[in-house]
C-alpha cells in the first residue's frame, strides 16, 4: 500500500524558511516523479513543484521560483520541499503526491504551514 | 485565478446526473491527458479519473470522464449525498513543465 507522509510544517515569521518532509512507502520510489501540491485556507488546489525520479529535472510554479527548492533521498525514500522567504501567502496545507499515468494518484495527508501577515 | 476553467458549483437531486466542465488551452487540455479528483473537507484529494477516461480500481463506474479539443468533462451519475465534495480537474502544460489546475467544482445534492 502507497503512503505519504508530511512532516515539518508550523508556524514561521514573515522572510523565515521551513523545511518539509514526505516520507514514502509501498512503491518504488526512485522510479516515479513527485509533486508538492498546496491549498490555501478554504482555497483551491495549487501546484508548487514537481522533481524526476532520479532528481535531475524539476520544475516549478512561478510564484514559488527562486525562494523554493525541492529535492529528494531516494535512498531514504523522501521528499522535501525547502521553503525560503516564506510570506502570507505562502499559508496552506502542503501536499505530497506520487505521479503516475500524468496524474497524481496518491496523496499524503498534509502538513500546515502558517506564515502570519 | 485558475489556469483551467471549472464551474463554481454544480447541483441536482438524488439520482440525478451531473457534469462537471474543465476548459483550457491548446498548450495544456489540447496537449495531454487530463485527471480529476475529489475532495471531501478537511481530508486530502483523491483520483477519480486519469489519462482523460480512465478509472482506478475501487472508482465506481457512476464517475466518468471525456476530453474533447481543450475541454473535458466529468459525470456523475446515480448521484448520491456522499458525493457531495469538491472536485478539481489537472493537466500539464507541456510547453511550461507547469501542473495546472481547476478552481474547483462543488457539487451539493439537493
Known amino acids: 500500500e502507497v503512503q505519504l507522509v508530511e512532516s515539518g510544517g508550523g508556524l514561521v515569521q514573515p522572510g523565515g524558511s521551513l523545511r518539509l518532509c514526505c516520507a514514502a512507502s509501498g512503491f518504488s520510489f526512485s522510479n516515479f516523479w513527485m509533486h508538492w501540491v498546496r491549498q490555501a485556507p478554504g482555497k483551491g488546489l495549487e501546484w508548487v513543484a514537481n522533481?524526476?525520479?532520479?532528481?535531475?529535472?524539476?520544475y516549478y510554479v512561478d510564484s514559488v521560483q527562486g525562494r523554493f527548492t525541492i529535492s529528494r533521498d531516494n535512498a531514504k525514500n523522501s521528499l522535501y520541499l525547502q521553503m525560503n522567504s516564506l510570506t502570507a501567502e505562502d499559508t496552506a496545507i502542503y501536499y505530497c503526491a506520487k505521479d503516475s499515468n500524468w496524474s497524481l494518484d496518491s496523496w499524503g495527508q498534509g502538513t500546515l504551514v502558517t506564515v502570519p501577515s | 485565478q485558475s489556469v483551467l476553467t471549472q464551474p463554481p458549483s454544480v447541483s441536482a437531486a438524488p439520482g440525478q446526473k451531473v457534469t462537471i466542465s474543465c476548459s483550457g488551452s491548446?498548450?495544456?487540455?489540447?496537449?495531454?491527458?487530463v485527471s480529476w479528483y475529489q475532495q471531501f473537507p478537511g481530508t486530502a484529494p483523491k483520483l477519480l479519473i486519469y489519462e482523460n477516461n480512465k478509472r482506478p480500481s475501487g472508482i465506481p463506474d457512476r464517475f466518468s470522464g471525456s476530453k474533447s479539443g481543450t475541454s473535458a468533462t466529468l459525470g456523475i451519475t446515480g448521484l448520491q449525498t456522499g458525493d457531495e465534495a469538491d472536485y478539481y480537474c489537472?493537466?500539464?502544460?507541456?510547453?511550461?513543465?507547469?501542473?495546472?489546475f481547476g478552481g474547483g467544482t462543488k457539487v451539493t445534492v439537493l
Open positions: 522533481i524526476e525520479g532520479d532528481g535531475r529535472r524539476m
Open positions: 491548446s498548450s495544456n487540455i489540447g496537449n495531454n491527458y
Open positions: 489537472i493537466t500539464c502544460d507541456r510547453s511550461l513543465n507547469v501542473w495546472v
